[in-house]
């Protein structure tokens, strides 16, 4: 599906952080760091950086092209271990239907990811739901549930008038 193809709406609906909203993040994300006594290396704040000043989700490939400041690309495993790093903090997540990423906009580590994801824009908007009662179903089977994530697809308010 071509996102963005038919949104009718103005430029920018879904913004990133921007200004003291950017500064106010990578300083907590900083401190959020020094707190488990992590390092937010220069590579790893750039690319904590372009996920939350972007619009929605960035491919891998759109981090590499856009991580240098004069527009020198990065190498690959530099952005790939950023990405590994950022998302083992909790500060980033991974939409797996996309292969793209975003930051993590509920604030840290130890919840559950859930995204709607707008077929229009592209726009992805993530919220912490309730999966009690499909991990106590899940229970009786004695899997060891690590990880679940939930996408799902529709439109955002912007491209629905």
Do not use: W
Request: hydrophobic letters at 40%; a negative charge; one cysteine or more.
């Amino acid at each position: 599906m071509d996102m963005g193809a038919d949104c009718h709406h103005a430029e920018g609906a879904h913004p990133g952080l921007k200004g003291q909203a950017l500064s106010h993040a990578l300083v907590e994300a900083e401190r959020r760091c020094a707190a488990t006594q992590e390092r937010l290396t220069a590579p790893r704040r750039r690319v904590l950086e372009l996920l939350l000043e972007a619009n929605g989700p960035l491919k891998a490939y759109d981090l590499i092209a856009a991580f240098g400041a004069h527009g020198e690309p990065a190498k690959p495993p530099t952005v790939y271990r950023a990405l590994e790093f950022l998302e083992r903090l909790g500060f980033a997540h991974r939409i797996e239907s996309l292969n793209a990423y975003v930051p993590c906009r509920l604030d840290g580590q130890g919840h559950r990811a859930a995204f709607v994801i707008c077929e229009c824009c592209g726009a992805a908007e993530e919220f912490e739901p309730d999966f009690d009662a499909q991990l106590a179903a899940a229970a009786p089977s004695r899997y060891a549930v690590r990880a679940v994530t939930l996408e799902a697809r529709g439109l955002c308010p912007a491209c629905q008038g």
